[in-house]
């Protein structure tokens, strides 16, 4: 615990023009913890070089063991209050109270009460704490590669790159995957406007020459045990010790059948753009009916576009109609039929891959142009050439053999020598069109292969593949923007189209970024700190199992298998695998497990250091607000950096996640007389991603026992409610604490404890 503090508060940001800074740093000095804080000093600017060395000075000379620092957010200027191995806590003076400051004319020293309450909870917090003592083993380094494909190779050479050793494991005989079949790419580099090599061969030989890299092909991973740093993987019957994965398995093409209102499996000339590469790739484009070169060849992109009448609900299956869906009836015309699907997998998946489908679409018409005498007619709905691919197209519409119009196609109906006819309305003519065609090319979808295959089979209690969630349609569930290449697996990193439709180039950028994640993770473990979002946190979830009663609870609610159970029902903990979330310490009725700088007592503490007053009328209500750090807490400081302000009434409290939130910190704040707790964290749900997974589902369940605990000490439930916010949604954080206030706080009084 840290017994010796330094207090420093700072006047700079505006904080000194609305608060009397000395004044607070005497309230410190001579308060109710004057004997834990020798050092209580003010500075200007304690940001400054100046300011920093001070404390430093301080610390050296005072012995202190822990700093603590009351000026601005803990989520800016990290790296200045920093002071080695002393402990330091930030108390938010400048966002949580100053900025946002929402003034009540009919209370008086509304802000100086807000901040002592804050500076009280900082010194409480801090003294609570303990310097956690990593759990460190010794790790593997190894860094085993799952496909090798185009996307496998490059990931593979850029460990290799970095001094790890790497395992390639493919399952097909040769290396390559998909790229194999690919007869050349859309343009890769600068100037980009000509196709190139896809320089696959070059790429083969690089890693198969790299002594860092041992490949297996014809090789299946059978089963991964452990956890990050200290795997055991089977492959092939051999165990291969491993540090952490990339998942690089590529996509397989979708099921055609769902292109049968297209013509598809009907008419021999009309095919796919997978079937269309491999004739390319294999000794040129040849028509399937009689072998013969195309003298024009139709591509039609956006399917799902011209399927919007598909009810894709109903699994039943049923002949396609003879002609696609029209549109909403306008003309007096009969409704079409409706196409039902099987399934919606493939179908969907089909719109994915719109970008992929346009670049495709121009590379093969120029593919169709090596012939000098022959046409290519591409149909769009959107064409989507983002960046610097806007180039290749305008080289497309330059050249006088192409021909690119918006348009919907009505249908496809087969001529006279195998030729097709294509009726499309709604094009940049503005007139109803039908063109003569010797082929037609469809849009593959791209459906990773984790659609169909567990793939990792893990051995976690979790089962063999990753959690299934419907809104992914089967891609690794690695979130697309906030931070790629994770999955719901530690140590575990996806790459390539396995995780989303790209192409060869951002390929080749994700190999290299989940390369990075996984060295970064296998040099994490060996040092005992966390990998993500909390990265390079040392410490680890502590358990008396003495007290332990072998509920279960904290082993089947933890989201990433950081905890499995012997035969009695005690949790065995698989430390590298933990993301240091809290969700165990939030599940654990009998409050036996917590970290030594994250506990039940140092939170319970903190919140009883709230001053609440007797009287709503004369002191006003007390809220709690128990925001997530990686959500809420980002929220309401980016509303206060934008000039928001709130009510004076609340206390804020950062908490790792809301899945961390245990019991007793509720009834601690309700047998004080708070007023009103508002749990404010991220939205959960399949839509939504967050590196902890389950913590705010997790949390929602359980205020179902917080209910009934509430109920018991007859307090109204209603008091403790969640509300959900995404990092970006700053501007409603002031809304939600205002229908808590009046929809709450007002509706039901004053606490019933209040005053006692």
């Not at 209050?81 to 209370?107: H, I, M, Y």
């Not at 296998?522 to 990998?531: L, M, Q, R």
């Not at 109204?716 to 990092?727: K, L, N, S, T």
């Not at 939600?736 to 009046?742: G, L, N, R």
């Amino acid at each position: 615990m840290a017994e010796k503090l330094g207090v420093y508060i700072c006047g700079g940001c505006d904080i000194a023009k609305s608060l009397d800074v000395e004044g607070l740093a005497e309230f410190v000095k001579n308060g109710r913890h004057q004997s834990l804080c020798p050092v209580v000093k003010t500075n200007s600017v304690l940001c400054s070089p100046e300011g920093k060395a001070e404390i430093e000075a301080d610390i050296e000379a005072e012995g202190l063991d822990g700093v603590v620092v009351c000026a601005c957010s803990p989520r800016v200027k990290w790296d200045v209050f920093e002071f080695g191995a002393t402990q330091v806590n930030r108390v938010n003076l400048r966002e949580q109270c100053v900025w946002t400051f929402s003034d009540d004319p009919d209370k008086e020293n509304l802000l100086d009460s807000m901040a002592k309450d804050y500076v009280n909870m900082g010194i409480v917090y801090l003294n609570k704490s303990s310097v956690p003592e990593p759990e460190v083993e010794k790790c593997s380094e190894t860094i085993m590669v799952l496909g090798g494909g185009f996307t496998g190779l490059n990931a593979a050479l850029e460990v290799a790159k970095a001094g790890k050793d790497v395992v390639l494991v493919e399952k097909e005989a040769e290396l390559g995957g998909k790229a194999r079949d690919m007869y050349k790419s859309f343009p890769l580099t600068y100037p980009h406007t000509a196709l190139q090599e896809t320089g696959l061969d070059k790429l083969v030989a690089a890693v198969n020459s790299n002594d860092k890299i041992t490949v297996k092909t014809s090789a299946t991973l059978e089963k991964l045990h452990g956890a990050p740093g200290q795997y055991t993987a089977l492959v092939n019957g051999e165990e291969l010790s491993i540090g952490a994965v990339i998942l690089a398995t590529g996509w397989e093409p979708g099921n055609s059948k769902y292109l049968a209102p297209l013509g598809y499996g009907q008419f021999k000339n009309v095919v796919t753009t997978s079937e269309f590469e491999k004739m390319a790739k294999n000794g040129g484009i040849k028509r399937p009916s009689d072998s013969k070169a195309p003298k024009s060849v139709a591509f039609i992109l956006d399917v799902e576009k011209f399927m919007a009448d598909v009810d894709y609900s109903q699994r039943a299956v049923c002949e396609p109609p003879e002609e696609l869906p029209c549109d909403e009836n306008k003309d007096g015309e009969e409704e079409c039929e409706t196409f039902v699907y099987e399934d919606k997998e493939s179908a969907r998946h089909l719109a994915y891959s719109s970008e992929i489908s346009s670049l495709v679409a121009l590379k093969q018409a120029a593919y169709v142009r090596e012939d000098p005498e022959a046409m290519a007619y591409v149909f769009y709905d959107h064409m989507m050439v983002p960046g610097v691919n806007e180039r290749f197209y305008k080289v497309a519409q330059d050249d006088p053999g192409v021909m690119l119009s918006k348009a919907r196609i009505t249908s496809i109906k087969e001529g006279s020598g195998g030729s097709l006819v294509i009726s499309a309305k709604n094009t940049l003519l503005g007139e109803n069109v039908e063109i003569l065609a010797d082929m037609v090319v469809l849009p593959t979808a791209i459906v990773p292969v984790t659609a169909h295959e567990p793939t990792m089979n893990f051995d976690y209690r979790q089962g063999p593949a990753f959690p299934d969630l419907e809104l992914f349609d089967g891609f690794a569930d690695s979130n697309y923007i906030c931070f790629p290449y994770e999955t719901r697996r530690t140590g575990v990193y996806a790459a390539g189209c396995v995780r989303q439709p790209m192409p060869m180039n951002l390929a080749q950028d994700d190999a290299a970024g989940a390369a990075l994640k996984a060295i970064q993770c296998v040099v994490s473990a060996d040092h005992g700190v966390a990998v993500h979002p909390r990265s390079g946190d040392r410490s680890y979830p502590v358990f008396n199992f003495v007290r332990c009663t072998q509920c279960k609870r904290c082993t089947e609610e933890c989201p990433f298998g950081a905890l499995d159970a012997d035969e009695k029902g005690t949790p065995m903990p698989n430390p590298t695998r933990c993301r240091r979330c809290g969700t165990c310490m939030g599940a654990c009725p009998e409050r036996v497990i917590g970290f030594d700088d994250y506990n039940i007592d140092q939170m319970g503490s903190a919140i009883k250091q709230v001053q609440v007053p007797d009287n709503m009328d004369e002191g006003g209500p007390r809220v709690i607000i128990l925001a997530c750090e990686n959500d809420a807490y980002p929220a309401l400081d980016m509303a206060a950096f934008r000039g928001h302000s709130w009510s004076p009434y609340v206390r804020v409290l950062p908490v790792r996640c809301l899945g961390s939130v245990n019991a007793i910190w509720v009834a601690d704040a309700m047998s004080k007389g708070v007023d009103g707790v508002m749990l404010l964290g991220c939205k959960y749900g399949d839509d939504y991603q967050c590196h902890f997974m389950k913590g705010s589902e997790l949390c929602n369940r359980r205020k179902e026992n917080i209910a009934e605990s509430l109920n018991r000490l007859g307090v109204e439930p209603e008091r403790v409610e969640q509300y959900e916010v995404a990092i970006d949604e700053y501007d409603k954080v002031p809304g939600m604490i205002e229908d808590f206030m009046t929809n709450v706080v007002a509706k039901f009084g004053p606490n019933p404890f209040k005053g006692y």
